[in-house]
């Protein structure tokens, strides 16, 4: 199926990894609607060479997630935008470094934030400990865990086993 890359932007994972992630004009890609697709990092992005306002070819990689297969150049006005990563965190504005992970063909690079208490880090590795493959805390999703957060109620994964039902009464939902 074909698309327009809308915009590009930096989401900040729970190792504090940055993953680039385009927005995509929506499109129906077997059976669901598709506006996100990971570009994995800035290697994948200049391999595909992928541009902000590229028509891209896109399909769902082992039927489930959105993948950007290849950019149609043909289709380019002169309007398309290089990506490039950012120089500083998206969350916190700490600097970025670039590491080069694995050997050989395994080889690949990720950008990450230098801080070790950047908030949205923090934030991902809290949502990892209560997910399914962490703790399996059933009904502590990503919403409930920014909320506990915004509201100072938790600071670190430990906190969550010292919250009490005064501490959350007060809260939406």
């Known amino acids: 199926m074909t698309t327009e890359i809308l915009s590009i ?13 385009a927005h995509v004009r929506p499109v129906r ?28 070819i896109l399909r769902k990689a082992g039927d489930v997630i959105p993948e950007i297969v290849r950019a149609l150049e043909s289709f380019r006005t002169g309007k398309e935008r290089e990506f490039l990563m950012p120089r500083q965190c998206p969350a916190c504005g700490t600097s970025v470094e670039r590491r080069e992970i694995g050997a050989g063909n395994e080889l690949s690079a990720a950008h990450y934030c230098t801080n070790p208490q950047c ?12 997910s399914r493959k962490g703790f399996d805390i059933s009904g502590l999703g990503d919403k409930i865990i920014s909320k506990l957060i915004e509201e100072g109620l938790v600071s670190d994964k430990a906190d969550i086993f010292e919250l009490t039902e005064g501490d959350l009464r007060p809260l939406e939902r």
């Open 9 to 21: 932007d930096v989401q900040v994972g729970r190792t504090g990894a940055l993953t680039p992630v």
């Open 29 to 56: 890609v077997d059976g669901s609607l598709v506006s996100r697709a990971t570009l994995h990092n800035e290697d994948e992005i200049r391999r595909l060479g992928i541009r902000i306002g590229d028509t891209v």
């Open 119 to 130: 908030f949205a880090a923090e934030r991902e590795g809290m949502i990892h400990f209560a």
